[in-house]
């Protein structure tokens, strides 16, 4: 009688649910439930309210199917739409973690443009300021650099998690307490808390009610990094219990100290009317970089300050691009395991001597250099990359979400972390506003439209949409069927 093979050896928690659900352990389980908080990219508003709700639902269903997003898809969808729910919902994960690659790279770019203007001169007094060329070469090298880092062994990231933990812990705290004290006039809560700046001779927008609706977008764009620890749960400890406690602990984080950020700069604004003048010392590119300069300068009569603190918040966004190339990595990996991506054979190997998907990452670095390109010749690239990732990854939850509202309760088997009879009108919240933002992330954030204001989000989206959904009918359909298992319950570890 044979005996299964690892039979007699402890086996980690999540890799017995992974073996439940039918798939083999190929990753390394290195990640231990730390997840990267982006600071300098955490919004005002009450997006952070919806992000909760959202993330209770991403809670509930991580802890009932590990794994890749499209995988709880195609288990609440039940077997006759699962196939049509994982696709629509693999490809919009896809699409939103690889645009999200390209967010990090401009935002990291963008702050790197500024420390070396305000190191050189500002542009007052002739600092360099990088031409879009150079501009689109820092944001390729910052891929590639991704993709290096994310070639090795997995406790290298691992390792960087933490020191990517510190970074934005201790720098996040120096900015909320260092600014507002070396700001030599601050604002007050009235100004903070209900002054409206709509900024029309930047954006052309002159009406309040549109301004109010899009400034929602930077909470909603700024909070994307929570769910990675949905895309690492086969490669961290104990996932079954890690993975919903990872997503709840960074909604907390973000809140509190992105809450905490926001506020420090709003207080130490100087002169909000300068702050967008392309004749400031920043250019009028970057409205942080500016806010920090006229502390520092108008205390110091230097700039030194800001451009460390400019170092502080680079290192964030360097230290989030890590890990969204990491969940990208993880998303096309999985969804090229059950076949689903055009040259799946070669994305789904993964490099035995480190247990990376090496293929897989140096993929979705590629296609996020792609969508860069643009810089070349247009103003609103980070507007158009924002709006495609961040359509994508809303976009890519509101199928689970939705399958969740129109399951029957006989068909759902609740996991030790549930939401009891409060499940369905969250997950409602949830997914209207979902729909309201992948609305508002296709309309023009710049008037009057022209070719270098023109957000080609739409666009981008519709033709990858259109293609995919077309390879769906045409093909796919056929022999698509989701999450295909590769080991049985007879195989797998009790």
């Known amino acids: 009688m044979s005996t299964p ?11 017995r649910r992974l073996n439940e659900l039918g798939y083999k352990q190929e990753l390394r389980r290195e990640m231990f439930p730390v997840r990267r908080a982006s600071w300098s990219r955490v919004g005002l508003g009450g997006g952070y309210f919806l992000h909760v709700v959202r ?26 739409w699962g196939p049509l729910a994982s696709w629509i919902c693999a490809w919009l994960e896809t699409i939103g973690l690889v645009a999200g690659i390209g967010t990090q790279a401009y935002a990291g770019t963008q702050t790197l443009q500024n420390i070396i203007l305000l190191s050189t001169g500002t542009n007052k007094n ?27 062994a997995l406790n290298l990231i691992a390792l960087i998690d933490i020191v990517s933990m510190w970074w934005q812990v201790v720098g996040g705290t ?37 301004s109010v609706l ?56 100087q002169d909000p009317a300068y702050l967008y003048d392309p004749t400031n010392e920043t250019a009028g590119r970057f409205v942080p970089a500016q806010i920090l300069y006229d502390a520092f300068y108008g205390r110091y009569q230097s700039g030194t300050g800001a451009i460390i603190l400019l170092v502080v918040i680079w290192g964030s966004f360097f230290f989030a691009g890590l890990s969204i190339t990491t969940s990208a990595a993880r998303v096309v990996y999985a969804l090229s395991r059950d076949g689903g991506v055009p040259g799946s054979r070669v994305l789904r190997k993964v490099d035995r001597r480190v247990q990376v998907p090496v293929n897989a990452v140096w993929f979705s670095c590629a296609f996020a250099i792609i969508l860069g390109l643009p810089i070349l010749k247009l103003d609103v690239v980070f507007t158009a ?11 890519g939850y509101a199928v689970p979400i939705f399958a969740r509202m129109v399951i029957k309760s ?6 030790p972390f549930h939401l009891g009879g409060a499940s369905r009108w969250i997950c409602l919240v949830a997914f209207l506003w979902i729909c309201y933002t992948c609305v508002i992330f296709l309309l ?49 570890i009790a």
């Open 5 to 15: 093979v690892g039979a007699g050896i402890k086996m980690d928690s999540g890799e």
């Open 214 to 269: 899009l400034s929602w977008l930077v909470s909603q764009y700024s909070l994307y990094g929570y769910d990675a620890a949905a895309h690492l749960t086969e490669e961290t400890k104990n996932a079954d219990k890690n993975g919903p406690l990872a997503i709840l602990s960074s909604i907390g984080m973000i809140s509190v100290f992105g809450w905490a950020f926001i506020l420090a700069l709003i207080f130490s604004i």
């Open 385 to 395: 990359i924002t709006s495609i990732c961040t359509i994508g990854w809303v976009g």
């Open 174 to 210: 120096l900015i909320v307490v260092l600014l507002p004290l070396v700001a030599t006039s601050t604002q007050s809560a009235s100004y903070v808390f209900t002054k409206l700046e709509i900024s029309s001779d930047a954006t052309g927008i002159t009406s309040p009610v549109y």
């Open 126 to 152: 002739g600092g360099y300021l990088a031409p879009r060329s150079v501009f689109l070469a820092i944001y390729i090298g910052l891929c590639l650099i991704w993709a290096v880092l994310n070639s090795f």
């Open 444 to 492: 023009p954030t710049s008037y009057p439209i022209k070719l270098e204001t023109f957000n080609y989000a739409p666009v981008a989206l519709g033709v990858v949409l259109a293609a995919v959904m077309g390879w769906w009918m045409v093909d796919a359909r056929h022999w698509f069927k989701g999450p295909v298992r590769e080991i049985f319950l007879g195989d797998a």
């Open 410 to 415: 006989e068909n759902f088997k609740r996991g």
């Open 55 to 80: 993330g209770f639902c991403n809670g509930r269903n991580l802890q009932q199917f590990p794994g890749s997003l499209y995988f709880w898809a195609a288990h609440l969808a039940g077997p006759k």
